[in-house]
């Protein structure tokens, strides 16, 4: 199979039957051979019956249903598990995402022998205030980070190798880093392509202003654990011998001082100050000690990605 079209969704009944004729004719324009995989996250309105509609009249449509509101990503990381094309594009439902980019997408993983290409909405017809100023503030610091160089972090129009998407786990709201992830797991070969945004037709949009300091939570999660999610005490038990070894000296300077009488020690606000980085400094060691020992008891501490074996 040629391509797989993930699709999460939420609450996107009206969209659906256009979202879908427009996928349909790309892909016989084309000749590919397909699949789009729609993930119902938990709506409230008639989409399921949309997908079931869809599925009735064409076997390439795929329907998952969640019980409940899980979010964007665990649609996607659940999608991923059931795709089996050669290459996995993800879209938004809303028709602000155009098929019509899905060839060209495909031919940079195929030819460009790119892992992953992420779309860039170069112009967009989204709020200034509300969307474009933050999102772009977010993407800076995201590009600082990370060390990738994209422009839209957060576009929902990507492709991916195969290998890639069977590779990660996306959860939380960790649909926005799927690069950062991509590119922790190995898959540095990342590209961008310029996109066109259109304006959404149908519906309202399901992300509030909350989801920027989620989205920065989640950065820090990321980075904290692709450079020491395996080696935690390298983070906590540095920065505790630091804070330790401050406090200590600070301390003594402080008794010597108490010693020559130049100081007392209960109304002193430097000797609180050097027991508060003492204490701090050995809870920081101790929190990197217990992590060690966790990591080292994990089921998956010795499970990596291996990308090709000569073992024979």
Not at 37 to 62: H, P, T
Not at 176 to 199: L, N, S
Request: glycine share 8%; proline share 2%.
């Amino acid at each position: 199979m040629d391509i797989s079209i993930v699709v999460p969704l939420f609450n996107e009944d009206e969209s659906l039957p256009h979202l879908a004729e427009w996928i349909d004719r790309v892909m016989q324009q084309h000749g590919f051979s397909y699949e789009v995989i729609m993930v119902d996250d938990g709506s409230k309105d008639n989409s399921w019956n949309v997908i079931e509609s869809l599925r009735a009249n064409n076997s390439a449509y795929k329907g998952i249903k969640f019980r409940r509101n899980y979010g964007k990503s665990a649609a996607l990381n659940v999608g991923f598990s059931h795709a089996q094309g050669d290459v996995v594009i993800t879209m938004d439902a809303d028709l602000q995402d155009s098929p019509d980019e899905v060839p060209e997408l495909y031919k940079m993983i195929k030819e460009g022998g790119f892992d992953l290409v992420s779309g860039w909405k170069k112009k967009r017809y989204d709020s200034k205030l509300a969307k474009n100023i933050p999102s772009k503030f977010f993407n800076w610091t995201t590009r600082v980070m990370s060390g990738i160089h994209l422009h839209d972090f957060n576009c929902g129009l990507k492709a991916y190798r195969r290998d890639v998407v069977k590779s990660i786990e996306v959860y939380g709201e960790m649909h926005r880093y799927i690069p950062v992830i991509a590119k922790w797991a190995g898959f540095t070969k990342i590209g961008e392509k310029v996109v066109q945004h259109r304006k959404r037709e149908f519906g309202v949009t399901k992300f509030g202003l909350n989801r920027f300091v989620n989205g920065y939570l989640d950065l820090m999660s990321i980075m904290f654990m692709s450079k020491f999610g395996k080696q935690p005490m390298h983070f906590f038990g540095l920065v505790g011998s630091m804070s330790f070894i401050m406090g200590f000296v600070a301390l003594v300077v402080v008794v010597v001082l108490r010693l020559c009488g130049r100081i007392a020690l209960t109304t002193s606000v430097w000797f609180y100050l050097s027991m508060l980085f003492v204490l701090l400094g050995a809870m920081l060691f101790l929190a990197g000690f217990l992590g060690e020992l966790i990591c080292r008891n994990s089921s998956t501490r010795n499970t990596y990605l291996i990308e090709k074996e000569l073992v024979d």
